[in-house]
């Protein structure tokens, strides 16, 4: 049994798409579970797609995500270069070697002779007007042209491309370990460009060269990748590495949350959750698209997100760390359906995972946003403050949102609930409350709640009845975390003052 080898293969045309991180995720989760290798290989040949700063992002997207490279473009190894840009000797030698054996030949077309045919096709009603089995005898190439001409346009530096003689009348048969058998006939293979007219490979010549020299033993990639799998199996053929050929898995889409349609930018910016990792700007457009990591969201629970985006365990589990996925991943169990994008079950792994992070930690986001908002508090009032909110909030920023009526006093008071119970009684309830509450002791939550109970009683008043009017008076909210905690955490001074401020500032209706 061949080592296990697997890559990660994108290129550089803008920001990783979190299908791909998906992609990578799978990729990864089967090298460490097989004591394999994770390689990181840049797909750059298509120069007019190039983008600067899409490796760079790339790579740290990876690294942010704890999916780490043992091999390729950054740790560097004994297959390199990884980046396929810099390989170009490399492909042409091989796109060469299928053209000595007659697996390939020159094509010296112009964009007018392509386009010419295409119509003539079309006009003589053929379904598709591809260059191939059908149409290449007619064109200008090296299967036509006499072999002096076609050394004489060589020699004179006439441009041409390389292409793919596909073969006649053959099955060719795609193995996915995901879809099973996928069966083509040859004949709906048109003869792909695999070199190109500026000296680079196509993807297709590229990629089978590369996954054979570098002895990748199994292809993890999107769908939408599954047609191209038939014209790399033709070249595995035609180059005879038959024998030691990765396998395929092709991973189903990613649909839109509704189900309709793969997901694009698009339906994420008007749905309003990110699609990249990171934060990308656009270096075309200037244009800056919020990552998942900005948005607030922990790589734990992306990850443990994308591994379910078309993968199950067969339990009823659902929390898995990194560590977990590793042990229970199994290609057999991906299915082939697309799967729908829930950012809502995002959010969930993102409060689950949020919540068992430690005080201290959950303490430094809230002191950080403080501090960028110009308030200093200590770090006990800080992790007081975290752990009364540590159930409610959904990302780190929600400390901030939720906790801010801790250090700064209400500015107005939740009207709904004071044009429902702003009255006499609880008045009477609250300020008697204030009054009592020098005296309790500790002045913590439990006495709090004791002594608000009492003193409710004593003036024959429920205590549910005046407790949202309390919590609106200290918080300005009519919701929030624990109200006794949250007058602890507040301290009495501060607890006695906003009440007094409210009851002061708060008329009695009519
Ligand atoms: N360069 C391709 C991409 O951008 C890689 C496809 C593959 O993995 O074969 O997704």
Known sequence: MKKTRVRFAPSPTGALHIGGLRTALYNY????????????????????RFVPGAEAYIAEALQ????????????????????????????QEHAQQLINQGHAYYAFDSEDDLEAMRQRLKAAGADDQQYGVGTRLQMVNSLTLPPAEVASRLASGTPYVIR?????????????????????????????????SDGMPTYHLANVVDDHLMQISHVIRGEEWLPSAPIHVLLYEAFGWTETMPRFAHLPLLLKPDGHGKLS?????????????????????GEVATGYREAGYLPEALINFLAFLGWNPGTE????????????FAIERIGKAGTRFDIHKAQWFNQHYLRSKSTQELSHWLLADLKNAGTIVSEEIAQQISDVLRDRITFPSDLFKLGRFFIERPLEYDQQVFSKKWNKDAVAVLSAFADSL??????????????FEQ?????????????????????????GPDLMKSMEILGRDE????????????????
């Open 455 to 479: 003193t409710a009683a004593n003036l024959g008043v429920k205590p549910g009845q005046v407790l949202q009017v309390l919590r609106v008076s200290v918080t300005g909210q009519a919701s």
């Open 64 to 91: 942010w995500a704890g999916i780490q490279i043992d091999e390729g473009v950054g740790p560097g190894g004994p297959f390199g270069p990884y980046r396929q840009s810099e390989r170009r000797s490399i492909y």
């Open 438 to 451: 020098p005296s309790v002791n500790p002045y913590t939550a439990e006495p709090i709640k004791a002594t």
């Open 317 to 328: 589990q659902e929390i898995f760390s990194m560590q977990e996925l590793v042990k229970a």
């Open 265 to 285: 930018k698009r339906d994420a910016d008007q749905l309003g959750f990110p699609i990249f990792p990171l934060n990308w700007k656009d270096p075309r457009t």
């Open 495 to 510: 607890t006695i003052e906003r009440i007094r401020t409210c009851i002061r500032s708060t008329p009695l209706p009519g």
């Open 29 to 48: 989760l089967l090298a460490r579970q097989t004591g394999g290798t994770m390689i990181l290989r840049i797909e750059d040949t298509d120069q007019g």
């Open 164 to 196: 793919f003689k596909v073969p006649e009348n053959k099955s060719v048969v795609v193995q996915d370990l995901i879809r099973g058998e996928v069966v083509v006939s040859s004949n709906q293979v048109d003869d792909k460009v695999l070199m190109k």
